[in-house]
């Protein structure tokens, strides 16, 4: 069946830091994958997405890259601020499929 | 335009009692989602909707648990003599039609059976 591993959380990072979210799966065929972001207080929002390989998801500064080879859509964004602070959930959805399957979800907080 | 919306946003009930939690999806949305997210999980799938039938109810935990969509709009889903395992957040999704690949999230309905 279809899995996603991401890296567990919290995660806590100075304004302008570096993140880096690792998100693996196992999916059978070519499935689409996504971030969700989920701000304190409010729904799941999609933050960017990737429906094949090499594609390159981007949204609000964040980036994440379909890698076939290694299975993995990590994300990244260069220089964080405190409003990224949020939960990320990666997600994928096989090919012909409707059911997203989630990972657990990393807590990313950011101190001014 | 108006997001999915679902109410109520929070609800407290004793066990065994019944609940019912409603989500109004985008409007012209043909497909329907419903997804359980326990205290620190991602969400899971719980039932998909096309139209007003029952696509896939697979991720229903046991029968229990039941989901209507009358119209093929608005959706209940209905929780009868609730367990306190059942606490969780309810989200709904909604997508303009089974191969979108875009589902739009509802704030969610944090159930708390006490």
């Known amino acids: 069946g279809n899995s996603v591993t991401q890296m567990e959380g919290p995660v806590t990072l100075s304004e302008e830091a570096f993140l880096t979210i690792n998100c693996t799966y196992t999916?059978?065929?070519?499935?689409?994958l996504f971030w969700y972001v989920q701000y304190p207080g409010e729904g799941l929002q999609l933050l960017l997405k990737?429906?094949?390989?090499?594609d390159k998801g981007s949204n609000k500064g964040f980036e994440a890259t379909y890698r076939k080879e290694t299975t993995s859509f990590h994300l990244e964004k260069g220089s964080v601020q405190v409003s990224d602070s949020a939960v990320y959930f990666c997600?994928?959805?096989?090919?012909?499929?409707?059911?997203?399957?989630f990972g657990a979800g990393t807590t990313v907080t950011v101190r001014a | 335009g108006a997001g999915v919306s679902q109410t109520p946003s929070n609800k407290v009930t004793e066990k065994g009692k019944y609940v019912e939690l409603r989500c109004d999806p985008i409007?012209?949305?043909?497909?329907l989602y419903w997804y359980r997210q326990s205290l620190g999980q991602g969400p899971e799938f719980l039932i998909y909707?096309?139209?007003?039938?029952?696509?896939?109810d697979s991720g229903l935990p046991n029968d229990r648990f039941f989901a209507v969509r009358p119209e093929g709009s608005v959706s209940t889903l209905k929780i009868q003599r609730t367990e306190r395992g059942d606490s969780a957040v309810y989200l709904c999704?909604?997508?303009?039609?089974?191969?979108?690949?875009?589902?739009?999230f509802g704030p969610g309905t944090r159930l708390t059976v006490t």
């Open positions: 999916a059978t065929g070519y499935p689409s």
């Open positions: 909707f096309q139209g007003t039938g029952a696509a896939d």
């Open positions: 997600a994928l959805l096989s090919s012909n499929d409707y059911k997203l399957s």
């Open positions: 990737a429906t094949k390989a090499d």
């Open positions: 409007s012209g949305h043909t497909a």
């Open positions: 999704a909604s997508s303009p039609d089974r191969i979108s690949y875009e589902q739009y």
